[in-house]
């Protein structure tokens, strides 16, 4: 018989899937233990949880369950708009923020075009582009972060797409307000630069992307309510650019694209910001006393501006592997091309404590033995 793979589109037979974080239940199973043991810190998820006043509306929300969410999810779009100085026809609502890269693709992308970016850098963008049997060209990455001269040097006539993750995942790296606005200035104005800010609630003084939207520029920014709302689960996240543009991305949109407990769950996430402070300022101390460890550890890592840390462990893959064992999820960067790193997500501070250990532990383990 004829394998199927010959009738599929060909760029998908060597498509490499994304890999998420390993989950709790399968690594509490595999070691046998209870779920309440394992310390996951590998998906940059937010260590409190949802917020109470989510979790309040989302309990009463599920009575209308059997009843289809609004499609254009009004109160949420215009919440959104009203809170970041725009009109509802600047945001379009996706399933999670990678959807509306995926909206972006089915926009603009056909077989032949390329996208740019940054090596290093969140590798949903790659593998979107892929699907769409676009190039993905990966300029060199700077102190592992974006070296912006280097991706406008890789502009060319079928670029459509350009990818910035700000603070970049999986680095954490931050880039200046200033150099974003030599970037724009000097990128060709029929290319779409896409901002994602998944991050951006970490961070004191973001540099302003929203301006571009209101100065009518083929510019969208991503931002999502997995990270400091806690809403992983819920896939809903947003993005921001031009009417016009929004407009075109809704015509590639899906029927009820984001489930109605999630909207109703993150328009209340939306307004507790004393969650968000309390997030924020674990995250802060957390990132602190990672980065103290590891100088005691003598061991390399990225400063961070997201709620993460990535860490020269030597092996990352192996690292991974021991920690496992120790009850501890982290992430290897071998699919990022960065195979002795391992990024840890800030937990809480009991958390975050207990990595902390086992890491050490492992390390030791892994030192060679001083001569006798």
């Not at 693709?105 to 979107?128: C, M, N, P, Q, W």
């Not at 931050?174 to 800010?197: G, W």
């Not at 991050?199 to 004191?204: C, G, I, Q």
């Not at 929203?210 to 400091?228: D, G, H, M, P, Q």
Request: aromatic share 8%; net charge neutral.
């Amino acid at each position: 018989m004829q394998s199927i793979w010959d009738r599929a589109n060909p760029q998908l037979r060597d498509l490499a899937v994304y890999q998420p974080g390993k989950p709790i239940e399968e690594t509490a199973r595999e070691l046998g233990c209870e779920p309440s043991e394992i310390i996951k810190l590998a998906s940059n998820e937010n260590p409190l949880g949802p917020s109470p006043k989510a979790i309040a509306a989302m309990r009463d929300a599920i009575e209308n369950a059997h009843l289809y969410p609004d499609g254009g999810a009004f109160y949420l779009r215009n919440a959104i708009a009203k809170k970041l100085n725009l009109t509802p026809d600047h945001i379009i609502l996706g399933n999670g923020s990678n959807e509306i890269i995926e909206l972006l693709a089915h926009a603009f992308l056909e077989r032949g075009d390329a996208i740019v970016t940054s090596e290093h850098a969140f590798v949903a963008y790659k593998i979107i582009a892929r699907v769409f049997g676009a190039e993905t060209i990966e300029a060199p990455s700077r102190d592992y972060g974006h070296d912006l001269d280097a991706m406008l040097r890789a502009i060319t006539d079928r670029t459509e797409l350009i990818f910035i993750a700000n603070p970049n995942n999986p680095t954490g790296t931050l880039l200046s307000a200033d150099a974003i606005e030599r970037f724009i200035a000097r990128v060709p104005p029929q290319v779409v630069v896409v901002f994602d800010e998944a991050y951006y609630e970490f961070v004191e003084g973001m540099p302003d992307t929203l301006r571009y939207a209101r100065e009518e520029r083929n510019v969208v920014t991503l931002r999502t309510f997995s990270k400091i709302h806690g809403l992983a689960s819920l896939r809903v996240g947003y993005g921001i650019a031009r009417s016009e543009l929004i407009e075109v991305m809704h015509k590639t949109r899906e029927p009820f694209n984001v489930n109605g407990i999630g909207q109703i769950g993150a328009l209340a996430a939306l307004t507790d910001e004393e969650h968000q402070r309390e997030t924020k300022r674990l995250v802060e101390e957390g990132r602190a006393f990672f980065e103290k460890e590891f100088a005691a550890m003598k061991l390399s890592f990225v400063p961070s501006a997201a709620n993460f840390v990535l860490v020269n462990v030597g092996d990352g893959l192996a690292v991974f592997r021991a920690l496992l064992q120790r009850k501890v999820i982290v992430r290897a960067m071998k699919g990022y091309n960065l195979p002795k790193w391992v990024r840890i997500t800030i937990g809480t501070i009991d958390q975050n404590q207990k990595c902390i250990a086992a890491l050490r532990e492992v390390m030791e383990r892994r030192a060679p033995a001083s001569p006798r």
